[in-house]
Each structure stands twice: as C-alpha cells, then as structure tokens.
C-alpha cells in the first residue's frame, strides 16, 4: 500500500443521528490524507447532516446520495470503491458499531503484510460480537457463518468472519463489474468471487451509537438469494451423493429382506454400508481438493462415521416428539429433521472433517469500541469457488 492514505466508505440508511460522532472520531483518528466518502441511501435528513459536517470537518468529506439504491447496502458500497480517490479503501457502517479507531490498524495491516483484504473479525481471539442486540441475532449470526464458511471452505479459510461490514481492501485487486451485490454482505461477494489474501484484526462488535438496526426478514431472504447467486459452493454434489446414498439404502434393505434376512438386520447392514458407500463418494466428488488440507484417510473415515452414527441416533426420535409433544404434522416433522441433519452433516465434514489450513495467523491486537488497546493475554479466480 502506498502512503497511509485511503477512502473510508461508509454506506448509509437513516443515519442522520450517528453521522456528527462517526465523523469526530474518523476526524480524529484516521491518517493524513484520508477521505469520507459516505454513500447515502436515506429517506430522512442524514444527507442534510453529511453535508453540514463536511463544512468543519479536518478531513475531506464527501456524499453520494442514491435516489435508486440499486443492491441495498452491497450496492451502495461498490459504488463508493468505483468513485473512491485512494487505492486502498476501509467499509464501515455509520452506527458506530465498528469502531472508527481500528481503521489506522486495518490499512497498518494491509501495508504491512502487502494481502489484498484485512478483515475486522468478531471471531478470533480479542474479537467480540457482544453489541448485537439480542442473542437471538448472536445466533442466527454464528449460524450464518458457520453454514457460509461450510460452502466456501478454501475462499474462506482464512476468514472467520464473512458476514461483517468492516474490512480493508486493495481495489485494484477486485473487478466490480463481477460482483452482484444484493443487500447487507458484500464481503462474501467480494471474498468468493475472487482469489483474494486475507488476514484478520479482531474488533469489539460496540452497540449502536444511536436510532436502530436495520436487519430485518427480508434482509434474511436476500443472504438466501445471494448464497443461492454464489451456487452454495459444494452442496448441489453433496445433496447428489445423498440422494444416491439413499437409494441404495432402500437398495440394499429390500434385497437383503428378499433373501430371507430380517428387515432389522436388513436395515442395520443397508445403513452401514451406505455410510461407507457415502464417504468414498464424498472423497471422490465433493471434497477431493480438501483430502490432503488436515486430516489422515483413518481419521476421516472415523469422524465422519461417528457422526452419522451419531445423528442417525439423535434424528430418529425427534419426530415422534415433535408430533406427540408439540403437535407438528408428522410428515413435516419428518422432513424438517431431514433437512437439518442434511445441513449438520454438510456442515461437520466441510468445518471439521475436511477443514482447510489457515495460511497465516491472525494478529493479537484488538481496538474496542472506544478506542483502548486490548492485551493478547486478554482475548482469548473470479468466479465461485472451484468445486
């Protein structure tokens, strides 16, 4: 990165409350030759605000305000790296959730280890995500993570936090023309369509300065379509070798009850047979890039049975008790446990058992939301991914 000089873009909706704050403190800890560019898709007066504070501000600041925000917040932030004057560029909110003191350590970082992305990460040691505002939205976050890092385990690997907004990268590094934004999580756009570097800073998740979140069920319904945009990564060979899995399940029981074998036994030989049916399948058609990442041929095999194993004896009785004790519809019931045991056991063998190295560690510092330093001792191609 040349000099320290950068453009924070700051896409916003609504923000007019926190924007006289965000600016003071940017103003206050950002390096010489920064920029603001704040991206504005609001319907109340946070562009009036953004245009006062331009007036005393130190550093420059400058408004785009989008009568058509095409993409939500992900297209509000393309067009701030399209318009931006530096090369290397920080995205952040404007709630002040993302504290703007780690902005000086991002670009430090992207100058100093020379990656294309530095991410702001809630998920490595010194990291927090404690300002979201209930644990309900913690885990529905964690989930998304998890269930993103499962589909797009080599893009990922060395990012633990796909789902934040806070992050330093090279623009030049990334075709905009190849991104499709679509709502709140342009880092995942960005992180799989491209083969990028990536190193992570952790960072306390502060809660907001003021007004409220803007997370809502829709915005949920676009993280689906932009997974679904992204081709979910390995799942459509995985859901393959599953559905044969269980053909030759239903296969192998009904030729073994055929020959006199009872229909237990039958049952207990077809289920073992096709959870080794399964793993050769899974090595040869789904994860073959990601055999050699971690663990050896034994190690695998027995993790992966275990598991199967082990969630064939949890899944089975959970639908009696959704249909005796919570009155679901049996075939409902059947087919939900059905479809969480199929996203569990994509989700075990692409996170555990054939989970990629990380290239690098990640670094101790961490900033919190006010700006002090936190001790380590204290933290604990373009295009998809290539199957």
């Given at each position: 990165m040349t000099g320290s000089s950068a453009t924070i873009i700051v896409p916003t909706y609504n923000e007019a409350p926190n924007i006289v704050e965000l600016v003071r403190r940017l103003s206050a800890t950002v390096p010489d030759g920064c920029e603001i560019l704040v991206v504005d898709d609001s319907t109340d007066d946070t562009p009036d605000v953004v245009r006062a504070v331009a007036l005393t501000s130190t550093v420059p600041v400058r408004l785009i305000h989008r009568d058509e925000p095409v993409g939500g917040l992900g297209g509000a932030v393309v067009e701030g790296l399209r318009e931006a004057s530096h090369r290397w560029c920080v995205v952040m909110d404007g709630d002040l959730q993302h504290p703007p003191e780690m902005v000086p350590v991002l670009l430090e970082t992207g100058r100093?280890?020379?990656?294309?992305?530095?991410?702001?990460?809630?998920?490595?040691?010194?990291?927090?995500?404690?300002?979201?505002?209930?644990?309900?939205r913690r885990v529905v976050s964690s989930a998304a993570i998890t269930l993103t890092r499962a589909m797009f385990p080599r893009r990922l690997r060395d990012c633990t936090d796909p789902m934040t907004g806070f992050f330093a990268?090279?623009?030049?590094?990334?075709d905009l023309d190849a991104l499709q934004p679509e709502g709140f999580k342009i880092l995942l756009e960005i992180l799989a369509r491209h083969r990028l570097t990536v190193v992570e800073e952790p960072f306390v998740f502060a809660e907001r300065f003021a007004g409220t979140s803007k997370a809502?069920?829709?915005?949920?319904?676009?993280?689906?379509?932009?997974?679904?945009?992204?081709?979910?990564?390995?799942?459509?060979?995985?859901?393959?070798?599953?559905?044969?899995?269980?053909?030759?399940?239903?296969?192998?029981?009904a030729g073994l009850i055929a020959i006199g074998v009872p229909y237990l036994a039958g049952a207990a030989v077809a289920a073992v047979a096709t959870i080794l049916g399964n793993f050769v399948l899974q090595e040869v058609l789904v994860f073959p890039?990601?055999?050699?990442?971690?663990?050896?041929?034994?190690?695998?095999?027995?993790?992966?049975?275990?598991?199967?194993v082990g969630e064939a004896a949890l899944r089975l009785p959970l639908p009696w008790l959704l249909v005796e004790h919570a009155a679901v519809p049996s075939v409902l019931a059947q087919g939900g446990t059905l479809v969480a045991a199929f996203l569990a056991r994509f989700v075990f063998l692409a996170r555990v058992v054939y989970r990629p190295r990380r290239t690098r560690p990640a670094s101790p510092l961490v900033i919190d939301a006010v700006g002090a330093e936190v001790p380590e001792s204290l933290g604990s191609d373009t295009g998809p991914e290539t199957r």
């Open positions: 100093g280890t020379g990656v294309d992305v530095v991410v702001a990460s809630r998920r490595i040691a010194g990291g927090s995500s404690d300002g979201l505002a209930d644990a309900r990268l090279d623009r030049q590094r990334v809502t069920l829709s915005q949920g319904v676009r993280f689906v379509r932009q997974l679904a945009r992204l081709r979910f990564g390995r799942m459509p060979m995985f859901a393959l070798v599953g559905v044969l899995g269980a053909v030759a399940n239903l296969a192998i029981m890039d990601l055999r050699a990442e971690g663990r050896s041929l034994g190690s695998r095999f027995a993790a992966s049975f275990l598991f199967n």
